[in-house]
């Protein structure tokens, strides 16, 4: 017997393909003959909600994209590791030569609640060592705090942290290269699912600004 979750992956497949092969110069006879040259690198969460394809209507080709918990951003390392979003970062700026670069964070971020109520995940796990990216976030929102409120702290948190990863992406020299020489865009986005809103940060104000949509 077929899977059930697998039957529904087919039948959304057979909407895509309608969607996208269907005519004879399609989307991806073009992708497929000519190769990808997305303009944007997307930094997203892995939450089920935050899918940047379907949050900007996107198609095919337009952005590349990595998702991590908590879409953040590690500091440069040069140590010997399993760099994963390292490497893919790499690829899409010295390879795909992007032009922007969007960190894009979001309301209801379960990593980022873990930071505030870490009983909620595993002691020592692997979130609780990715999440130490964003200490320095949750010590600033704490720092300047007038409320003990734990949804307020992870909203202004799951903000702060995007701030974080624009920093450690300056971090990486290959990003710093194509800042100055040919321009690289760095780009803070804030998805509410709340109330469906989105705001961007503001370098000269160091706050988020709504964008008007309407
Ligand atoms: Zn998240």
């Given amino acids: 017997m077929i899977n059930k979750e697998l039957l529904r992956m087919v039948v959304g497949f057979r909407r895509f393909r309608e969607r996208f092969f269907a005519e004879e110069n399609s989307v991806y006879t073009r992708l497929a003959s000519s190769g990808q040259s997305p303009k944007t690198l997307m930094i997203a969460c892995s939450d089920s909600r935050v899918d940047p394809a379907i949050l900007f209507s996107t198609s095919p080709g337009d952005i590349f994209v990595v998702r991590n918990v908590a879409n953040l951003v590690p500091p440069f390392e040069s140590s010997i590791g399993f760099h994963g979003v390292s490497a893919a970062i790499e ?25 505030f109520q870490p009983e909620n995940i595993k002691a020592g796990g692997f979130v609780a060592q990715w999440m130490t990216i964003a200490d320095e976030a949750k010590k600033a929102v704490l720092a300047t705090a007038k409320t003990q409120d734990v949804d307020t702290l992870c909203r202004e948190c799951e903000r702060a942290s995007i701030v974080i990863s624009l920093k450690n992406l300056r971090s990486f020299p290959f990003i710093e290269t194509a800042i100055r020489d040919r321009n690289l865009q760095l780009l803070g986005v804030y998805f509410d699912l709340e109330d469906g809103h989105l705001s961007a940060y503001d370098n000269a104000s160091d706050s988020f600004q709504d964008i008007q949509v309407t």
């Avoid at 992007?98 to 990593?111: A, D, P, S, T, Y």
């Fill in 91 to 115: 690829f899409a700026v010295v390879n795909l030569q992007v032009e922007n670069i969007v960190v894009l964070g979001h309301r209801q971020c379960g990593g980022i609640r873990s930071l």
